[in-house]
């Protein structure tokens, strides 16, 4: 069974420039999720969708941080303009939705620096 | 507010000697208790959950414990391999699957 897959692996810009990160999580997995996880720390939840509908993204930084995942599938997930404070790892995971298997599965990450 | 504090945060063992990592957890009600390993540059690799106070797990030299305040993972005969952060996570009762990470503790194992 194929991981969940995510791109780039790493990205540098410059502050006040834009990005985009790409999942996709494992095959059937109806729920996904955008974790930042800061240098030292343990992962932070962004944003929770369930199928293409967001379940919770009280902690997104909607002022400049965006997220979609058309068609329940692949997701992606922008930050625009960057900070400094934004350098960070993504992490994407998903899960099933149904039963009693709360596991989550991890994509490899995406490391941002900010400069 | 649901917080997870792990230790402690880094700890260095010889090959071969035994140790326990802690996770103590404030929650409303828990609904599992999660325990992750993560290498540098990778994401965390899932290893147990716990659902109730007194269940253990075992995989290979690991042993997850709960209580219902905390959870240890006991780690016998560490090998080099073993070099990893461990992670422990919460999933409160009533929570959409979101999960609450303590910010680790870092095993390094030395030959």
């Known amino acids: 069974e194929a991981g969940v897959a995510q791109s780039p692996r790493y990205k540098i810009i410059e502050k006040r420039q834009s990005v985009a990160f790409w999942c996709n999580p494992i095959?059937?997995?109806?729920?996904l999720y955008w974790y930042q996880q800061i240098l030292g720390q343990g992962p932070k939840l962004l944003i929770q969708f369930q199928n293409n509908g967001v379940v919770d993204d009280s902690q997104l930084p909607k002022d400049r941080f965006s997220a979609e995942r058309l068609k329940g599938v692949d997701s992606t997930l922008k930050i625009q303009p960057a900070k400094l404070e934004d350098s960070a790892v993504y992490l994407c995971?998903?899960?099933?939705?149904?039963?009693?298997?709360?596991?989550?599965?991890f994509g490899p990450g995406t490391r941002l620096t900010v400069t | 507010e649901d917080q997870v504090t792990q230790s402690p945060e880094a700890l260095r063992l010889q090959e071969g000697e035994s140790s326990s990592l802690n996770c103590s957890y404030t929650?409303?009600?828990?609904?599992?208790l999660f325990w992750y390993r993560q290498d540098p540059g990778k994401g965390p690799e899932f290893l147990f959950t716990?659902?109730?106070a007194g269940e253990e797990k075992e995989k290979e030299r690991l042993k997850a414990t709960l209580t219902k305040k905390e959870s240890f993972l006991h780690i016998t005969a560490p090998k080099p391999e073993d070099s990893a952060t461990y992670l422990c996570?919460?999933?409160?009762?009533?929570?959409?699957?979101?999960?609450?990470f303590g910010s680790g503790t870092q095993l390094t194992v030395l030959p």
């Open positions: 996570a919460v999933l409160p009762s009533g929570s959409a699957r979101q999960l609450t």
């Open positions: 095959s059937g997995h109806a729920t």
């Open positions: 716990l659902y109730s």
């Open positions: 995971a998903s899960s099933p939705v149904a039963g009693d298997s709360y596991e989550q599965y």
């Open positions: 929650v409303s009600g828990l609904r599992g």
